[in-house]
């Protein structure tokens, strides 16, 4: 320990530093992806909403369409899609709030710890800045004539950095032996959550396929193709351009 107060508090300050800043670089862009994907996260849930929220409200405007008052197999066929997104949007809703316990909660919470973090590290380096600047005092004195003043002060200049080292050395060690088990920590903490969510995604689009199955079968009545209804819809289509009152002047 009595060798590190004699390095250079400039080379001292290098051979400190580099590991520390590996360390405490790789949790920065950890905290960074964690913000991000927690945003990102809380986008999707919040647009899976909207989307099913939106389907519900076009199904429903579909089936208080005046059409349906005089065309049975028009009802009938709204009645089944405005059914179908309902269950869609229950689902979704089932989705979303599993999403939200199993993941963005999560996600919140961890991010939670880097402020307490960021604050050690706030106060490693203000130590650190207070070791330096007293590590430059004794190397001052100690390049000075030894005359008896010198040694004096030199005595008090080493006695009023031992403390300040020993507080840094102390912080700068818990830091350098904590902040690689916090960074691998995110393996095993992060693993369930998205199981979960792969989990959540299986379920729901599970059920999807049964309930657009479900709806296939109910109003495909025809069984016509995709194609077949584009050409069935653009013959009505000129039908209606042939008529006079659309005709062009």
């Known amino acids: 320990m ?14 400190v530093e580099r590991d520390f800043e590996r360390e405490y670089d790789k949790l920065q862009k950890l905290e960074d992806q964690t913000k991000k994907l927690h945003k990102d996260m809380k986008k999707s849930t919040e647009a899976d909403l909207a989307m099913s929220k939106a389907a519900v409200k076009i199904s ?51 991010s939670s710890v880097f402020p307490s973090l960021n604050m050690a590290v706030k106060r490693r380096e203000q130590t650190l800045q207070d070791y330096k600047r007293l590590q430059a005092k004794v190397e001052k004195y100690e390049e000075k004539e030894k005359t008896g003043p010198v040694m004096v002060k ?39 959550s998205f199981e979960a969510l792969i989990r959540a995604q299986v379920v729901y689009f599970t059920e999807m396929y049964k309930i657009f199955s479900e709806l296939t079968d109910q109003i495909d009545q025809a069984g016509l193709t995709d194609e077949q209804r584009e050409r069935e819809t653009e013959a009505k289509l000129t039908e209606l351009r042939a008529l006079s009152i659309v005709a062009d002047d």
């Open 60 to 110: 429903a405007d579909l089936l208080s369409n005046p059409l349906c008052e005089q065309d049975q197999a028009f009802l009938d066929s709204m009645t089944a899609l405005d059914t179908a997104m309902r269950r869609m949007d229950a689902f979704n809703q089932e989705k979303v709030n599993q999403i939200q316990k199993t993941v963005v909660d999560p996600l919140k919470k961890y």
């Open 2 to 15: 009595e060798e590190w107060a004699k390095i250079p508090a400039t080379v001292c300050a290098n051979l």
């Open 154 to 192: 030199l005595h008090q200049a080493k006695e009023e950095l031992r403390p300040v080292k020993d507080d840094f050395e102390a912080k700068n060690k818990q830091l350098l032996d904590e902040m690689p088990k916090f960074y691998q920590s995110r393996i095993d903490y992060f693993q369930p």
